[in-house]
């Protein structure tokens, strides 16, 4: 099975979490996340448009596709919507990897064996999904009151990696993401910072479909691991590692992510600063 990454420059240059843009730092993000997914899966491809490929050419891809270039017309706001339409265009099963997700070893590799329809990082449950998707779906609710029947479950799935082996099942969920975001649009539903769409629209529309049809969701990390070892417990227990968030442009991580690629491949990690001097 073969990892893929996304990088849509349209919404990235926009800035996510009240930040600028840091794109010195996630050259250096991809570029670890994408040499540690070649050694989990059998190769790591990149979903992009033209001028993500120009700023990515470097990095450890089998493939650079600039499919993104047929998204250019949706609302960049809807940031998720790269990673979806990466999916969207693939015709054999694959895991998507967030660009700030890294397999420090080898330890994860076997949960991604055995027969699933889709496999996602985790569920997010109790505290942290009460007090930051209710209040999102109040505020689209709003303008867009049939976002409610994607309200019905507790729990929702977390993206931060996601593949399937079913692709009537990527299909299905590709498609409704669309669907949805073009009603979101058309009702002119807001953002407000605090208060994403983004995160109902990616991650409870594909919760939804999943329970609903009673497909078979791989989990990498279980609610049973974290009640075990805590979240970041069990994930150091499996070398796994998602800098959530704005985390990642801190000067501890950073200086981090860029110690272990100068470790793990000396060339890249000299190609990309010599890149990153001209940016």
């Not at 998507?96 to 991604?112: A, L, Q, R, T, W």
């Not at 930051?132 to 019905?152: A, Q």
């Not at 150091?236 to 690629?261: A, D, P, T």
Request: one cysteine or more; aromatic letters at 14%; proline letters at 4%.
């Amino acid at each position: 099975m073969k990892g893929i990454h996304s990088f849509w420059s349209k919404a990235y240059f926009t800035g996510r979490w009240g930040e600028e843009p840091k794109i010195i730092q996630d050259i250096f993000n991809f570029a670890l996340s994408s040499h540690l997914s070649n050694k989990i899966f059998k190769s790591t491809e990149l979903v992009t448009d033209e001028f993500g490929a120009s700023l990515l050419e470097c990095l450890p891809y089998k493939n650079i596709d600039t499919d993104l270039e047929e998204i250019s017309h949706v609302d960049e706001r809807f940031w998720t919507a790269g990673k979806v339409h990466a999916m969207r265009v693939q015709e054999e099963p694959f895991i998507h990897i967030d660009g700030d997700v890294f397999f420090m070893n080898k330890k994860s590799k076997p949960i991604f064996k055995g027969n699933w329809d889709a496999i996602v990082q985790m569920r997010e449950i109790g505290n942290h999904f009460y007090s930051t998707y209710p209040p999102v779906f109040r505020e689209i609710r709003k303008v867009y009151p049939p976002i409610d029947d994607i309200n019905i479950f507790n729990f929702a799935y977390n993206n931060g990696i996601i593949g399937f082996q079913n692709m009537d099942f990527m299909r299905e969920y590709t498609y409704k993401y669309f669907d949805l975001v073009y009603n979101l649009e058309k009702a002119g539903v807001k953002f407000p910072p605090n208060q994403d769409p983004n995160i109902v629209v990616e991650q409870s529309l594909l919760t939804t479909i999943a329970e609903n049809s009673n497909l078979h969701i791989k989990e990498l990390i279980t609610v049973s691991d974290m009640q075990k070892d805590d979240l970041f417990g069990y994930a150091q227990k499996i070398g796994f590692v998602h800098l959530w968030g704005n985390s990642k442009y801190s000067e501890e991580y950073s200086k981090k992510v860029k110690e272990r690629l100068k470790v793990e491949n000396k060339k890249l990690y000299n190609d990309i600063n010599f890149i990153v001097k001209k940016l």
